[in-house]
């Protein structure tokens, strides 16, 4: 599977490398360095280059790599729209996705609502993050942007008497313009991990 993966990646940027590398800059928005382009993704340093995808200098061959590059190819010349939010279901052909979507995105995060809530500005901070107040209700919520043009709004609710933790998780307006669906899935379920990670990483001494 790895190896699978790795060469969907590379076929992925073949195909991004046959656009001109001044549109390529505009569209993702990326930072050039030569041949190579520089954004933030899933809250870390990401560069692509003609022969593979790296996260803070770290070669990626698995499912972000091809998250990454998939993006890369969809991105475009159209401008994010973050507001009005929309649920997954909301988006076109998202039906066979549904249930893996709430299943790997919103329950693994619903056991952790507490922590989550204390660690907001570390999330916020990592993944290019901000308050979503008035975009969202719930007991609390924020909006992380894991690619340049893809933003999630999480909403929190905590456990009362009456009902227990919940979370919701809203895309951006047109985040499908800049991804097929199936990748929109995956890259909720991975921002997900990656909140989940940052709630376990050590305390600097």
Known sequence: MHTNYAKIIKENLGLLYESSLEQLSSTLPAERDGDCFVFEAFGEACRISPDGVFLNDRRET???????????????????????????????????????????????????????????????????????????????????????????CYIFYRADEEFPASVRCLFSNNAADFMPIDGLADVAEYTSKKILALLDRPSPI
């Open 62 to 152: 698995g499912v972000p790599g091809i998250l990454i590059s998939l993006y890369a190819r969809h991105a475009g010349p159209t401008l994010p729209i973050v507001a009005p939010l929309r649920a997954f279901k909301e988006l076109p052909n998202s039906m066979p996705y549904a249930g893996a979507f709430t299943s790997h995105t919103e329950t693994p995060l619903t056991p952790r609502v507490g922590q989550i809530e204390a660690a907001q500005p570390l999330i916020m901070r990592i993944l290019q993050g901000e308050p979503s107040s008035r975009l969202a209700g719930g007991d609390f919520s924020f909006l992380v942007r894991p690619l340049p043009k893809i933003s999630l």
